[in-house]
């Protein structure tokens, strides 16, 4: 059975993208080819992970804005839309970029999920 591995990111929208980045980069040292990457092979930790998680109001986000985009790693792209269309799931598209393979679909609230198989590593 496929399965998620893990968080493969956070995608939301900003007024200038560019100047988000730079402070990425130069406030939190954070930066890569699409935005801040940040390496789970740095981790140190014992069992590090990533943890999405649900609130039934926004308090504890605020002052923070609601427009934002769950990717979730996966291990096998190809098993994993097919159980989920097997589920009734409905898979609003799907891609192979090369470096990574992707499909689509909406969580119950219509929160956006990006399912990524990563096919080779970041760019230099």
């Given at each position: 059975m496929a399965k998620v591995t893990g968080l493969g990111g956070v995608f939301y929208v900003v007024k200038d993208p560019a100047a988000t980045r730079a402070w990425y980069r130069e406030v939190l040292g954070s930066d890569g080819e699409y935005g801040p990457q940040m390496p789970w092979s740095e981790e140190t930790g014992d069992q590090p992970y990533s943890l999405i998680s649900h609130f039934k109001d926004g308090e504890y986000l605020k002052p923070g804005q609601p427009h934002f985009m769950i990717n979730l790693r996966v291990d096998d792209l190809d098993?994993?839309?097919?159980?989920?269309?097997?589920?009734?799931?409905d898979v609003i598209d799907t891609v192979d970029e090369g470096y990574g393979k992707f499909a689509w679909l909406l969580d119950p609230d219509g929160i956006k999920i990006e399912l990524w198989q990563q096919c080779a590593p970041p760019p230099e």
């Amino acid at each position: 059975m496929a399965k998620v591995t893990g968080l493969g990111g956070v995608f939301y929208v900003v007024k200038d993208p560019a100047a988000t980045r730079a402070w990425y980069r130069e406030v939190l040292g954070s930066d890569g080819e699409y935005g801040p990457q940040m390496p789970w092979s740095e981790e140190t930790g014992d069992q590090p992970y990533s943890l999405i998680s649900h609130f039934k109001d926004g308090e504890y986000l605020k002052p923070g804005q609601p427009h934002f985009m769950i990717n979730l790693r996966v291990d096998d792209l190809d098993a994993f839309v097919a159980e989920l269309e097997a589920k009734g799931v409905d898979v609003i598209d799907t891609v192979d970029e090369g470096y990574g393979k992707f499909a689509w679909l909406l969580d119950p609230d219509g929160i956006k999920i990006e399912l990524w198989q990563q096919c080779a590593p970041p760019p230099e």
